[in-house]
């Protein structure tokens, strides 16, 4: 029998957050290394460049890959021979690793978790409660699974109840390109097939687990169906050309990981998830010999790499920028941003569509750019602590009384925009620009000064005021309505299918 102590596995589940908030797996490094020596695509190869330049900075600080540090997701396997010595639940265990985590001066993340949820959406200041799934095992051992979730790829997820005949491949091909840019790639899928609705969701979550290693089996060949359907997958994913942050290019998927279990004769569920720029996961495995002791990468981990910036590259005062000046901006240029900017996301849009219609905002948005994020709060002596982009479709509701009401001239989030928002972007001759996804450590580096404006009971949400000295972005949506995440898969899914670029991997 073994005796498993409460605090050995509370620290153990703080410890192991920590760890992830800030060192990508290594296997996820290397990956994202041969991703970058491949890309031909200038824009793609830049996005991939600062995802790696941010992880090792990230590394070295000991901060946050992403503001979005995540919903935490713990897998236990118990083994039948552990007892515990504890006066708490295991979920209870769970969840004070989990604040213990969050609430870590030296490296605080932010609480991302709302209770309520189609209510008052309240934060829990802690980010508890955990998701947390247990199985009971053979053995004397706790095996644990802890993952951090952002919350942009977890809300692409999908599932699909097929027809035993329908093919599984034309199904993931049709809705990868719905998902768009949102889930920050290049990533990882994780596909769960069979056993019944909720079975094939916890095998897709399962499968982001497992470590890349596609190329391992491209060297030794299929054994099995599920890895016939990785090989599969992963080529024609990749040649959908979506690529990096959904700015076309080589590179969509590291990995694809499929899970499979028996189902039913008249179903085959099917479900996918995936894993985005910030993939978080460890394992560890407790023994009854105190807490797990996790061991760190290596600086020599990260590839050397180095930001080639063209020559379609402007310096950009936001402080004095007119709607003439936008209109010069071509989709895909590259702009360094100084100058103060706002920021605001869902809960603050919210808020002032309401106050729009009741009178005047608390802050005048005319000529004004606003930045959709939720940044991690500082320490030590940061202005604000790691600030990449939120989804920006999440705002595309708001986009046209935003513009037409208040005068807001762009408008600064990840990944595309719907039709609605580029619609009214044209309309009144605004901008949407694009900063990179999990690159949120490096983007800080940019601010060099914040202050609250609006709404400061809103916590991450509320409405800043940055001061900026050369923020990278890319045009997005120009003032005509042209997206680069409409026209650049489109051109790279035929240069790959026309082979004037080298596609192999
Ligand atoms: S990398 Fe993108 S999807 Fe992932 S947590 Fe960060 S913002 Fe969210």
Same mark, same amino acid.
């Given at each position: 029998? #073994?005796?498993?102590?409460q605090?050995?596995?509370?620290?153990?589940?703080?410890?192991?957050?920590?760890?992830?908030?800030?060192?990508?797996?290594?296997d996820f490094?290397?990956a994202?290394?041969?991703?970058?020596?491949?890309?031909q695509?200038p824009a793609?190869?830049?996005?991939i460049?600062?995802?790696?330049i941010?992880?090792?900075?990230?590394?070295m600080?000991?901060?946050?890959i992403?503001q979005?540090?995540?919903?935490v997701?713990?897998?236990?396997?118990?083994?039948?021979?552990v007892?515990w010595e504890?006066?708490?639940?295991? /979920?209870?265990?769970?969840?004070?690793?989990?604040? &213990?985590?969050y609430l870590?001066?030296?490296n605080?993340?932010?609480a991302?978790?709302?209770?309520?949820p189609?209510g008052?959406?309240r934060?829990?200041?802690?980010?508890?409660?955990g998701?947390?799934?247990?199985?009971?095992?053979?053995?004397?051992?706790?095996?644990v699974?802890?993952?951090?979730?952002?919350?942009?790829s977890?809300?692409?997820s999908k599932?699909?109840?097929?027809?035993?005949?329908?093919?599984?491949v034309d199904?993931?091909l049709s809705?990868?390109?719905?998902m768009?840019?949102?889930?920050?790639?290049?990533?990882?899928?994780?596909?769960?097939?069979?056993?019944?609705?909720?079975?094939?969701?916890?095998?897709?979550?399962?499968?982001?687990?497992?470590?890349?290693d596609?190329?391992?089996?491209?060297?030794?060949?299929?054994k099995?169906r599920a890895?016939?359907?990785?090989l599969?997958?992963?080529?024609?994913?990749?040649?959908?050309?979506?690529?990096?942050q959904?700015?076309?290019g080589l590179t #969509? +998927?590291?990995d694809?990981k499929?899970?499979?279990?028996?189902?039913?004769?008249?179903?085959?569920?099917?479900?996918?998830?995936?894993?985005?720029a910030?993939t &978080?996961?460890?394992? *560890?495995?407790l023994?009854?010999?105190?807490?797990?002791?996790l061991v760190?990468?290596?600086?020599?981990?990260?590839p050397?790499?180095?930001?080639?910036?063209?020559d379609?590259?402007? &310096?950009?005062?936001l402080? /004095?920028?007119?709607?003439d000046?936008?209109?010069?901006?071509?989709?895909?240029?590259?702009l360094?941003?100084?100058?103060?900017?706002? #920021?605001?996301?869902?809960?603050?849009?919210? &808020?002032?569509?309401?106050?729009?219609?009741?009178?005047?905002l608390?802050?005048?948005l005319?000529?004004?750019f606003?930045?959709?994020?939720?940044?991690?709060?500082?320490?030590?002596?940061?202005?604000?602590?790691?600030?990449g982009? #939120?989804?920006a479709?999440?705002?595309?509701?708001?986009?046209?009384?935003?513009?037409?009401?208040?005068?807001?001239?762009?408008?600064?989030?990840?990944?595309?925009?719907?039709?609605?928002?580029?619609?009214?972007?044209?309309?009144?001759?605004?901008?949407?620009?694009?900063a990179?996804?999990?690159?949120?450590?490096?983007?800080?580096?940019?601010?060099?000064?914040?202050? +609250?404006?609006?709404?400061?009971?809103l916590?991450?949400?509320?409405?800043?005021?940055?001061?900026?000295?050369?923020?990278p972005?890319?045009v997005?949506?120009?003032?005509?309505?042209?997206?680069v995440?409409?026209?650049?898969?489109?051109?790279w899914?035929?240069?790959i299918?026309?082979?004037?670029?080298?596609?192999? *991997?």
């Amino acid at each position: 029998m #073994t005796v498993i102590k409460q605090d050995d596995l509370i620290t153990s589940i703080a410890d192991a957050l920590q760890y992830i908030s800030y060192y990508h797996p290594v296997d996820f490094i290397q990956a994202m290394g041969q991703a970058y020596q491949r890309e031909q695509n200038p824009a793609a190869r830049d996005a991939i460049a600062q995802i790696l330049i941010n992880s090792r900075m990230c590394a070295m600080g000991h901060r946050p890959i992403c503001q979005d540090t995540g919903i935490v997701t713990v897998f236990l396997k118990v083994g039948m021979k552990v007892q515990w010595e504890a006066d708490m639940s295991v /979920t209870e265990m769970c969840n004070e690793g989990i604040r &213990r985590a969050y609430l870590l001066p030296d490296n605080l993340l932010r609480a991302s978790i709302l209770d309520d949820p189609d209510g008052a959406r309240r934060n829990t200041n802690d980010n508890t409660p955990g998701v947390i799934h247990y199985e009971i095992v053979a053995g004397d051992k706790v095996e644990v699974n802890v993952a951090a979730k952002g919350g942009g790829s977890e809300a692409k997820s999908k599932f699909i109840m097929l027809n035993p005949s329908d093919s599984v491949v034309d199904w993931v091909l049709s809705v990868i390109p719905q998902m768009g840019a949102g889930w920050c790639p290049p990533g990882m899928l994780g596909i769960g097939i069979g056993g019944t609705a909720e079975k094939a969701m916890i095998l897709a979550k399962e499968a982001l687990l497992e470590p890349i290693d596609i190329q391992e089996l491209r060297a030794r060949g299929a054994k099995t169906r599920a890895e016939e359907l990785r090989l599969e997958l992963f080529d024609k994913v990749n040649r959908l050309g979506i690529g990096a942050q959904g700015l076309g290019g080589l590179t #969509t +998927v590291m990995d694809v990981k499929v899970k499979d279990f028996p189902t039913h004769a008249a179903n085959k569920a099917v479900a996918i998830i995936p894993n985005c720029a910030a993939t &978080r996961h460890t394992h *560890f495995s407790l023994d009854g010999n105190g807490p797990a002791e996790l061991v760190p990468p290596k600086l020599e981990d990260w590839p050397e790499v180095t930001r080639e910036v063209g020559d379609n590259v402007r &310096r950009v005062n936001l402080d /004095t920028i007119t709607r003439d000046d936008v209109k010069a901006w071509k989709p895909g240029d590259t702009l360094l941003l100084s100058g103060k900017m706002l #920021t605001g996301r869902d809960a603050a849009h919210k &808020r002032m569509i309401d106050m729009l219609d009741r009178g005047t905002l608390p802050v005048d948005l005319n000529g004004r750019f606003i930045y959709y994020v939720g940044p991690v709060d500082p320490i030590r002596d940061e202005v604000v602590g790691p600030a990449g982009p #939120t989804t920006a479709t999440r705002m595309d509701k708001f986009t046209r009384i935003m513009l037409e009401r208040t005068g807001l001239l762009g408008m600064i989030g990840k990944a595309e925009r719907g039709p609605t928002a580029i619609e009214a972007i044209r309309d009144y001759a605004a901008v949407y620009l694009m900063a990179v996804g999990g690159a949120a450590y490096l983007v800080s580096q940019a601010i060099k000064a914040s202050k +609250v404006v609006a709404f400061p009971e809103l916590g991450m949400e509320a409405v800043y005021e940055f001061e900026l000295e050369d923020m990278p972005v890319t045009v997005a949506v120009d003032h005509l309505g042209e997206s680069v995440h409409q026209t650049g898969p489109r051109i790279w899914a035929e240069k790959i299918s026309q082979q004037v670029v080298n596609f192999d *991997f």
